[in-house]
């Protein structure tokens, strides 16, 4: 099997070519950055950074990236800045155009994302996002990527698909509150175990029902002497708490679904997946509050995962082995008299949302069809949304493994990254970004649709010891078999106290695997998720920092330890902030408040993310948005830079750099040019149909390599 950084190259290569932006003060050679600059004057290790107000930060980055020497693909440096420039002019025209819209409905561009969203996609800015190339997608985790109504269309061709609620579906109520959840059935064994309970006034309608040949009639049969969720008699309740419930097949509860009560079934569907601003709203709302240390709602270790043998922890830095009970103590009495409780109890609610609706799509996504066409589908929607590459972050654990379509058997983990390869090289070949050998071409003649896709090894942080050791071991043997494919580890999962576990409970795991992996000679870099609160009592900032992680997911909290923000850019470590996501999971109430504004100010390298666009009905378009729609300051250099970041601190080699670096910046002079040529300025802007022609214009020739393999149109919303 061909590997993704293996290289065909063309007759006309040039092995020169691969080098970064030499002329750049910003960019070394090889295309990584470089150390990233000091603090700004004034700030203390001991306080938060940012004591300014957010409209008096001057974001320093931006400056750089302007006066910084001109992509060198483009022979006319100075024509190329003027055009820049003028598209930066024309970008601020737009915004003050956009404005005018949310002020005619008493809004503002930096309210909370679903409060605005369906205003936001009229904008022309919007429509900008959407056509700017955004590099590498660094952070997303791979069930939750697409929109909400795709895992949701897939079930519906699957005559063995079951749904079961903990209400029965009887009144308004109901329908609000229920939560729902999905799984693929062995339709034999249903059939036989129905036949086994079913009572004896219906047992005429089972002898017909026998009688039928196996298909649809044979289905629908069986079906009226199953549960109907729409009855009083329904068995409702939470498995999770060992409570019996009755499973009802998913075709039949479309057939029986009331339409012209109870609306358009799909998109009550889609409404039960997805958080509304309603929802977020009561998430600050003040008066009602929650045990921070109630009832559990995550994923625990498997039962069947074996010991292994146990390897004696180093100490911790206070000098004796990590103890977990002094943690909690330490960690409850901080949070108690922390400023931000009250943000806690927010996020502590939007995170129990959150884990509700994961269990919604676990089964939706877990069996091989929907796993197949998924990973075929994503890969469209990252060319369509302009992302060149994407380190995409599967779960890797033995309750989450994936069906066969018939449901009697799993496709363990290996299977699955098996499932992804396959898809990915066989999508690469479609659009004539590989060649039948499986590697990536490289010419210089030839402009790639896509750039490539590796994964982060995910596996939660909430299992124990012995569970997560097996998957670090799991990761060194993908590794050593698909060494271009697997990017880096992860611990993925709530992390905000008294949830399990902090990083530092694992450490001594963790820097045993690291030994390992220097002597088998392999790279494994460590990409954390941690600071996904307010404030980081747990101290995962500080494990992921001894641990020498190559990038943090969200950071939300960094500004909160200035000393460690110093020491991670002193490192080269690379924030993915997911600004859409700390909105809905409670973090920040509007995107003007969120914490990246302030990274920023202090130049910390930073990667945008769209983390779970599933369940917030967000592409990373609407993430690059936000980040504009926050801070007025925040311009098209902006947006340049932090797409150039997600390159420079993605896991590819310096040579598959170099390579999507060349095509970034030629997508990047094309998009400016023309952008500048069609937009016009002042009472002459572009209406947003304009823009959306200046798209396909821009893009026809990724756009229809896409529509010649896919019979798909060039847009999704």
């Excluded at 069947?304 to 409850?332: C, H, S, Y």
């Excluded at 994964?455 to 271009?484: G, H, Q």
């Excluded at 020491?567 to 920040?588: D, Q, R, Y």
């Excluded at 378009?621 to 601190?649: C, P, T």
Aim: proline share 4%.
């Amino acid at each position: 099997m061909g590997t993704f950084c293996s290289v065909n190259k063309g007759s006309e290569s040039d092995d020169n070519d691969d080098k970064g932006s030499e002329g750049s003060p910003s960019h070394n050679s090889h295309g990584m950055p470089p150390r990233q600059p000091k603090m700004t004057a004034g700030n203390h290790k001991t306080s938060p950074l940012a004591q300014n107000p957010p409209w008096d930060f001057r974001f320093q980055f931006q400056d750089n990236m302007a006066h910084s020497a001109s992509d060198r693909a483009n022979p006319n440096e100075a024509q190329a800045k003027a055009r820049e420039a003028q598209a930066n002019e024309i970008l601020t025209h737009m915004r003050g155009a956009d404005e005018a819209i949310y002020t005619k409905k008493s809004l503002s561009p930096s309210q909370h994302f679903l409060g605005v969203r369906d205003i936001l996609q009229d904008t022309r800015l919007f429509h900008v996002a959407a056509m700017v190339p955004k590099g590498a997608h660094l952070h997303l985790h791979f069930n939750s990527t697409l929109l909400p109504g795709v895992l949701l269309g897939y079930a519906k061709d699957m005559p063995n698909m079951y749904i079961w609620s903990d209400h029965q579906l009887l009144n308004d109520s109901d329908f609000r509150n229920c939560k729902l959840e999905f799984s693929l059935r062995n339709l034999e064994q249903v059939q036989a175990d129905m036949e086994k309970n079913v009572s004896i006034s219906m047992q005429e309608k089972l002898q017909y029902a026998k009688s039928l040949p196996t298909g649809d009639a044979k289905n629908r049969a069986y079906d009226k002497l199953g549960p109907n969720i729409f009855s009083s008699t329904y068995k409702h309740g939470r498995k999770d708490k060992k409570q019996e419930v009755e499973e009802m097949r998913y075709q039949y509860f479309r057939t029986l679904w009331d339409e012209k009560t109870r609306g358009n079934c799909d998109e009550w569907l889609i409404s039960k997946l997805t958080f509304s601003k309603e929802e977020v709203d009561s998430f600050f709302a003040d008066g009602d509050d929650i045990d921070l240390e109630g009832e559990s709602d995550t994923e625990r270790t498997p039962t069947q995962v074996k010991a292994v043998p146990r390897i004696p922890v180093p100490p911790a830095v206070n000098g004796g082995p990590f103890n977990e009970q002094d943690w909690v103590t330490l960690t409850r009495q901080n949070i108690s008299s922390s400023k931000y409780r009250r943000n806690r109890i927010s996020a502590r609610k939007a995170w129990r949302a959150f884990n509700g609706r994961t269990k919604m799509m676990k089964g939706l996504f877990n069996y091989e069809t929907a796993f197949r066409r998924y990973t075929r589908k994503c890969l469209e929607e990252f060319v369509k949304d302009n992302v060149q590459y994407a380190e995409i972050r599967p779960n890797f654990m033995q309750t989450n493994q994936i069906l066969y379509d018939d449901a009697q058997s799993k496709i363990d983990n290996f299977g699955t990254m098996q499932l992804i390869i396959e898809e990915y090289e066989k999508f690469m070949k479609d659009i004539g970004d590989m060649g039948d050998d499986g590697k990536i071409i490289d010419d210089k003649n030839h402009r790639p649709t896509f750039s490539g896709m590796k994964v982060i090894y995910c596996t939660p942080r909430s299992f124990n010891r012995d569970a997560v050791r097996k998957a670090l071991d799991e990761c060194v043997v993908m590794k050593k078999k698909w060494p271009d494919y697997i990017a880096g580890f992860d611990l993925v999962g709530e992390e905000a106290f008294s949830k399990p576990h902090p990083l530092e409970y694992f450490r001594g795991d963790f820097e045993n695997f690291q030994t390992r992996c220097k002597k088998d000679g392999i790279d494994i870099p460590f990409l954390f998720h941690c600071g996904e609160t307010p404030d980081d009592l747990e101290g995962n900032l500080e494990t992921a920092l001894k641990l020498e992680s190559k990038r943090i997911g969200h950071g939300y909290a960094l500004p909160e330890k200035p000393q460690v923000l110093q020491e991670m850019k002193n490192k080269n470590i690379c924030v993915e902030t997911c600004p859409i996501s700390n909105m809905v999971l409670g973090l920040a109430q509007t995107m003007g408040e969120h914490s990246m504004y302030r990274l920023l100010e202090e130049n910390m390298h930073c990667a945008v993310s769209s983390d779970n666009g599933t369940l917030f009905n967000s592409t990373l378009s609407h993430d690059f948005y936000e980040v504009m729609a926050g801070h007025r300051k925040i311009n098209l250099y902006g947006w340049k830079q932090l797409a150039r970041w997600s390159i420079e601190h993605s896991c590819l080699s310096p040579e598959e750099r170099g390579r999507m670096l060349r095509e970034w910046e030629l997508r990047w002079q094309d998009f400016v040019n023309a952008f500048a040529e069609a937009s016009g300025s002042g009472s002459q802007l572009a209406s947003v149909a304009e823009l959306e022609k200046v798209r396909e214009r821009v893009e026809e020739r990724r756009l229809s390599k896409l529509r010649n393999v896919t019979g798909h149109g060039n847009t999704t919303k």
